[in-house]
């Protein structure tokens, strides 16, 4: 067949196979006032191209899987590298995305210079210079940022920090962030909170307390990491991120995945992927507070937990029934 016959024909299969997809979710999540987000890798954005195509085409958000954490921007003290961050602010721009920052206080990932013995007033100064050059540089061009990340550990109790050192270091974080960024909407974002439980007890009276101290937090994350045995149930879940919404915050569902690995045959369990999905983004749907619905990341090929298929789009960018999934609940009423 001469080359310009294979061209017509392999641009027919294309528009084929977008034209059995259906509209992008971005599209469906646009008309119901929703942000559908997924967590990006920016070196990913120059390897793979079909990467950056699903990407720009689903989501009208993104938010930086790890490029900017306190280890990727501040390596060595008062020495900042943005070179990966602009880039995934670029892409997010050019293709009207929103942005998700993420994170600005986190146990993890945190560069081996922040773990010296600094007193209080050293580390005040670390904590503002970081804040004030990080959220200032995206002044205007980051919509939220998650100022806390997964203060509260496993058992229900505040984790142990280097920031620790700094009474209320989270206050003034929450401060700094404000001052750097008025109009960026701050948040307070962990997992295994999605649920009534002590964890989220606990998450629920430190949120309620900053917001009686007047502490600039407009908005709670809950990651939703989850595997096949969903708990809580979907019932629970809108119950808890209803007191949330009582608090007056906003709420996001900010790192959502689903771990197929499990007993039942495959096609199973992507059917029980799939309705978890559907019911994370009903309740978030059914919520006037929820805002954003976010998965943490786009293939399977990429996920930090790639062994277990969480995502809905599989290692070959085809979409897996979870992906059909959100596409029809976004379609209903
Ligand atoms: O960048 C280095 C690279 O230079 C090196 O060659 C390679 C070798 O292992 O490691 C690379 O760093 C890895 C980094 O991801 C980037 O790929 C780290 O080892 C690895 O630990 C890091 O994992 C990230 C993890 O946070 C860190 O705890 C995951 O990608 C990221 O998905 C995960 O994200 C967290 C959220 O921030 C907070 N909520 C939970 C979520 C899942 O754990």
């Known amino acids: 067949m001469p080359l310009h016959l294979w061209s017509v024909l392999l641009l027919g299969l294309g528009l084929l196979a977008l034209a059995q997809s259906g509209p992008p979710l971005r599209t469906l999540a646009e008309k119901r006032g929703l942000q559908i987000g997924a967590a990006v890798e920016p070196n990913l954005l120059l390897q793979d191209p079909e990467y950056a195509r699903v990407l720009a085409r689903e989501f009208n958000l993104l938010v930086a899987e790890n490029v900017m954490k306190w280890g990727a921007l501040q390596t060595a003290r008062g020495q900042f590298n943005f070179g990966a961050a602009d880039l995934l602010v670029d892409f997010a721009q050019k293709n009207q995305m929103a942005i998700r920052g993420h994170t ?21 100064a670390i904590l503002h210079q970081h804040i004030q050059t990080v959220v200032g540089r995206y002044r ?10 997964e203060v509260i550990g496993d058992d229900a109790r505040p984790r142990t920090t280097p920031f620790d050192v700094l009474p209320d270091y989270l206050e003034k974080a929450f401060r700094y962030a404000r001052a750097a960024d008025p109009k960026a909407k701050l948040f307070y ?14 998450i ?6 900053l917001k009686e101290k007047g502490v600039p937090l407009d908005g709670v994350g809950f990651q939703a990491h989850l595997d096949l045995n969903f708990s809580p149930e979907a019932a629970r879940m809108a119950e808890n991120l209803e007191r949330f919404a009582r608090l007056g915050l906003e709420i996001h569902i900010t790192e959502m995945d689903v ?29 006037p507070r929820c805002k954003v ?6 293939s399977d090929a990429y996920s930090w937990r790639a062994a277990s298929e969480p995502l809905i789009f599989d290692a070959d960018y085809q979409p897996k029934p979870a992906y059909f999934a959100l596409q029809r609940t976004l379609q209903q009423p």
């Open 293 to 298: 619905f976010t998965l943490w990341g786009v």
């Open 204 to 209: 629920y009276a430190l949120l309620k307390s």
């Open 104 to 124: 600005l206080v986190w146990h993890q990932q945190l560069p081996r210079w922040i773990y010296d013995r600094f007193t209080p007033a050293e580390m005040e």
């Open 189 to 202: 974002n962990d997992y295994g909170a999605e649920g009534l439980g002590p964890k989220s007890d606990a």
């Open 140 to 149: 205007g061009k980051i919509a939220y940022w998650d100022v806390a990340n």
């Open 259 to 287: 771990r197929l690995s499990g007993p039942g045959s495959r096609a199973e369990r992507l059917r029980k992927q799939a309705q978890i999905y559907q019911e994370v983004l009903q309740v978030c749907l059914r919520q």
